[in-house]
Protein backbone atom coordinates (compact mmCIF):
# COMPACT_ATOMS: atom_id res chain seq x y z
CA UNK A 1 0.00 0.00 0.00
CA UNK A 2 2.94 2.30 -0.91
CA UNK A 3 1.69 5.49 -1.98
CA UNK A 4 4.61 6.32 -4.03
CA UNK A 5 6.79 3.47 -5.08
CA UNK A 6 9.88 3.22 -7.83
CA UNK A 7 11.72 0.21 -8.54
CA UNK A 8 14.33 -0.35 -8.99
CA UNK A 9 15.21 0.62 -5.54
CA UNK A 10 19.27 0.44 -6.71
CA UNK A 11 20.44 0.24 -10.06
CA UNK A 12 24.26 -0.56 -11.19
CA UNK A 13 25.53 -0.60 -14.89
CA UNK A 14 28.39 0.29 -17.12
CA UNK A 15 28.81 4.15 -19.36
CA UNK A 16 27.26 4.05 -22.24
CA UNK A 17 24.47 1.53 -21.35
CA UNK A 18 20.63 2.19 -21.55
CA UNK A 19 18.24 2.63 -18.28
CA UNK A 20 14.84 3.00 -17.27
CA UNK A 21 13.36 4.09 -13.83
CA UNK A 22 9.67 3.44 -13.18
CA UNK A 23 7.92 5.34 -10.59
CA UNK A 24 3.20 4.25 -9.55
CA UNK A 25 1.80 6.40 -7.39
CA UNK A 26 -1.40 5.50 -5.97
CA UNK A 27 -2.34 8.49 -4.02
CA UNK A 28 -4.55 9.51 -7.39
CA UNK A 29 -2.91 12.39 -7.94
CA UNK A 30 -2.51 14.25 -11.25
CA UNK A 31 0.75 15.57 -11.16
CA UNK A 32 4.41 13.39 -11.06
CA UNK A 33 8.28 14.75 -11.02
CA UNK A 34 11.55 13.37 -11.52
CA UNK A 35 14.22 15.13 -8.92
CA UNK A 36 17.51 14.13 -8.81
CA UNK A 37 19.85 14.08 -5.25
CA UNK A 38 23.59 14.65 -6.39
CA UNK A 39 26.16 13.00 -4.12
CA UNK A 40 25.91 16.30 -1.85
CA UNK A 41 22.46 15.83 -1.34
CA UNK A 42 21.75 18.84 -3.49
CA UNK A 43 17.61 17.86 -4.53
CA UNK A 44 17.12 19.36 -8.08
CA UNK A 45 14.09 19.05 -10.07
CA UNK A 46 14.52 17.49 -13.74
CA UNK A 47 10.66 17.22 -14.72
CA UNK A 48 6.98 17.44 -14.22
CA UNK A 49 3.73 15.87 -15.60
CA UNK A 50 0.22 17.05 -15.31
CA UNK A 51 -2.19 15.04 -16.39
CA UNK A 52 0.25 12.89 -19.02
CA UNK A 53 1.43 16.67 -19.73
CA UNK A 54 5.07 17.56 -19.68
CA UNK A 55 5.29 21.23 -18.14
CA UNK A 56 8.75 21.32 -16.20
CA UNK A 57 11.53 20.93 -18.39
CA UNK A 58 14.49 22.03 -16.55
CA UNK A 59 17.86 21.96 -18.22
CA UNK A 60 18.32 18.55 -18.27
CA UNK A 61 20.86 16.34 -21.19
CA UNK A 62 17.91 14.83 -24.02
CA UNK A 63 19.66 11.63 -22.89
CA UNK A 64 17.20 11.88 -19.79
CA UNK A 65 13.73 11.20 -21.18
CA UNK A 66 10.36 11.43 -19.29
CA UNK A 67 7.39 9.21 -20.23
CA UNK A 68 4.15 9.37 -18.31
CA UNK A 69 1.93 6.35 -19.81
CA UNK A 70 -1.40 7.70 -17.52
CA UNK A 71 -1.21 9.76 -14.38
CA UNK A 72 -0.40 6.95 -11.78
CA UNK A 73 2.94 6.58 -14.04
CA UNK A 74 5.70 8.66 -14.76
CA UNK A 75 8.89 6.55 -16.19
CA UNK A 76 12.22 7.93 -16.69
CA UNK A 77 14.50 6.64 -19.53
CA UNK A 78 18.41 7.48 -19.17
CA UNK A 79 20.23 6.66 -22.82
CA UNK A 80 24.17 6.56 -23.04
CA UNK A 81 24.61 6.81 -19.22
CA UNK A 82 27.80 8.40 -18.22
CA UNK A 83 29.40 9.14 -15.00
CA UNK A 84 28.16 12.05 -14.09
CA UNK A 85 24.34 10.07 -13.77
CA UNK A 86 25.36 8.50 -10.48
CA UNK A 87 23.30 10.04 -8.30
CA UNK A 88 19.75 8.58 -6.17
CA UNK A 89 16.46 9.82 -8.47
CA UNK A 90 13.52 10.31 -6.84
CA UNK A 91 10.25 10.24 -7.73
CA UNK A 92 7.04 12.87 -6.18
CA UNK A 93 3.88 13.02 -6.74
CA UNK A 94 0.91 15.94 -5.62
CA UNK A 95 -2.59 16.93 -6.38
CA UNK A 96 -2.11 20.26 -8.38
CA UNK A 97 0.68 22.56 -7.29
CA UNK A 98 0.05 20.92 -3.39
CA UNK A 99 2.11 18.81 -1.05
CA UNK A 100 4.59 16.51 -2.75
CA UNK A 101 5.07 13.35 -1.75
CA UNK A 102 8.47 11.63 -2.54
CA UNK A 103 9.08 7.83 -3.36
CA UNK A 104 11.68 5.70 -1.82
CA UNK A 105 14.16 6.89 -4.16
CA UNK A 106 16.71 5.00 -6.93
CA UNK A 107 20.52 4.95 -6.12
CA UNK A 108 22.00 4.55 -9.75
CA UNK A 109 25.82 3.86 -10.16
CA UNK A 110 27.50 3.98 -13.26
CA UNK A 111 30.86 2.27 -13.46
CA UNK B 1 14.54 31.99 -11.45
CA UNK B 2 14.08 31.01 -8.19
CA UNK B 3 17.06 30.86 -5.64
CA UNK B 4 16.86 29.39 -2.28
CA UNK B 5 19.53 30.20 0.18
CA UNK B 6 19.92 28.01 3.34
CA UNK B 7 22.04 28.59 6.53
CA UNK B 8 23.76 26.85 8.43
CA UNK B 9 24.80 23.63 6.31
CA UNK B 10 25.33 22.23 9.79
CA UNK B 11 24.06 22.49 13.06
CA UNK B 12 24.92 20.62 16.25
CA UNK B 13 22.65 20.99 19.53
CA UNK B 14 22.27 19.25 22.77
CA UNK B 15 19.13 17.11 23.45
CA UNK B 16 17.05 19.51 24.76
CA UNK B 17 18.11 22.78 23.10
CA UNK B 18 16.18 24.11 20.15
CA UNK B 19 17.31 24.03 16.68
CA UNK B 20 16.65 27.12 13.86
CA UNK B 21 17.11 26.55 10.15
CA UNK B 22 16.94 29.56 8.11
CA UNK B 23 16.03 30.42 4.64
CA UNK B 24 16.03 33.29 1.95
CA UNK B 25 14.26 32.91 -0.89
CA UNK B 26 14.58 35.19 -4.64
CA UNK B 27 11.46 35.22 -6.59
CA UNK B 28 8.65 36.87 -5.06
CA UNK B 29 5.88 35.43 -6.85
CA UNK B 30 6.90 31.97 -4.82
CA UNK B 31 3.58 31.25 -2.67
CA UNK B 32 4.19 28.01 -0.67
CA UNK B 33 7.39 26.57 1.29
CA UNK B 34 7.68 23.22 2.68
CA UNK B 35 10.42 22.18 4.83
CA UNK B 36 11.06 18.08 4.52
CA UNK B 37 13.24 15.62 6.55
CA UNK B 38 15.47 12.82 4.74
CA UNK B 39 16.94 10.72 7.28
CA UNK B 40 19.99 8.55 5.96
CA UNK B 41 19.43 6.49 2.91
CA UNK B 42 15.67 7.61 2.99
CA UNK B 43 13.12 9.74 0.71
CA UNK B 44 12.66 13.00 1.72
CA UNK B 45 9.62 13.47 4.23
CA UNK B 46 7.10 16.76 4.84
CA UNK B 47 7.22 17.87 7.91
CA UNK B 48 5.85 21.21 7.74
CA UNK B 49 4.71 23.96 5.29
CA UNK B 50 3.54 27.24 5.47
CA UNK B 51 1.41 29.21 2.55
CA UNK B 52 2.04 33.07 1.65
CA UNK B 53 -0.90 33.97 3.42
CA UNK B 54 0.24 32.67 6.89
CA UNK B 55 3.10 34.64 8.88
CA UNK B 56 3.13 31.76 11.00
CA UNK B 57 2.66 27.59 11.66
CA UNK B 58 3.18 25.63 14.34
CA UNK B 59 2.39 21.64 14.85
CA UNK B 60 3.79 20.32 18.27
CA UNK B 61 7.76 20.79 18.83
CA UNK B 62 8.23 22.15 14.94
CA UNK B 63 7.02 25.81 13.70
CA UNK B 64 8.10 27.52 10.84
CA UNK B 65 7.97 31.15 10.33
CA UNK B 66 7.51 33.29 7.07
CA UNK B 67 8.61 37.42 6.35
CA UNK B 68 7.11 37.77 2.71
CA UNK B 69 8.56 41.33 3.07
CA UNK B 70 12.03 39.63 3.58
CA UNK B 71 11.57 36.67 1.72
CA UNK B 72 12.75 34.93 4.29
CA UNK B 73 11.27 31.85 6.02
CA UNK B 74 12.75 30.13 9.27
CA UNK B 75 11.94 26.48 10.87
CA UNK B 76 12.41 26.00 14.80
CA UNK B 77 12.66 22.63 16.42
CA UNK B 78 12.18 22.76 19.99
CA UNK B 79 13.14 20.46 23.03
CA UNK B 80 15.11 18.07 20.31
CA UNK B 81 15.39 15.17 20.56
CA UNK B 82 18.14 12.34 19.09
CA UNK B 83 15.87 11.11 16.69
CA UNK B 84 15.60 14.81 15.15
CA UNK B 85 18.91 14.11 13.76
CA UNK B 86 18.50 14.21 10.20
CA UNK B 87 19.14 16.39 6.77
CA UNK B 88 16.33 19.43 6.80
CA UNK B 89 15.56 20.95 3.47
CA UNK B 90 13.53 24.08 2.95
CA UNK B 91 11.81 24.58 -0.48
CA UNK B 92 10.10 27.36 -2.13
CA UNK B 93 7.05 26.83 -4.95
CA UNK B 94 5.94 29.06 -7.61
CA UNK B 95 4.68 28.32 -11.07
CA UNK B 96 3.41 24.78 -11.98
CA UNK B 97 4.35 23.32 -8.70
CA UNK B 98 8.14 23.63 -9.30
CA UNK B 99 9.99 23.08 -6.09
CA UNK B 100 13.34 25.11 -5.67
CA UNK B 101 15.57 23.67 -2.72
CA UNK B 102 17.74 24.70 -0.19
CA UNK B 103 20.80 23.24 -0.08
CA UNK B 104 19.94 21.47 3.10
CA UNK B 105 21.22 21.03 6.99
CA UNK B 106 22.41 18.50 8.75
CA UNK B 107 21.27 18.56 11.78
CA UNK B 108 22.50 16.16 14.91
CA UNK B 109 21.16 16.31 17.89
CA UNK B 110 23.30 14.76 21.00
CA UNK B 111 22.25 12.72 23.97
Known amino acids: DTAVSQTPKYLVTQMGNDKSIKCEQN?????MYWYKQDSKKFLKIMFS???????INETVPNRFSPKSPDKAHLNLHINSLELGDSAVYFC??????????FGPGTRLTVL | GENVEQHPSTLSVQEGDSAVIKCTYS??????FPWYKQELGKRPQLIID?????GEKKDQRIAVTLNKTAKHFSLHITETQPEDSAVYFC??????????FGQGTILTVHP
Open chain 1, 92 to 101: ASSHQRDTQY
Open chain 1, 27 to 31: LGHDT
Open chain 2, 27 to 32: DSASNY
Open chain 2, 50 to 54: IRSNV
Open chain 1, 49 to 55: YNNKELI
Open chain 2, 91 to 100: AASGSYGKLT
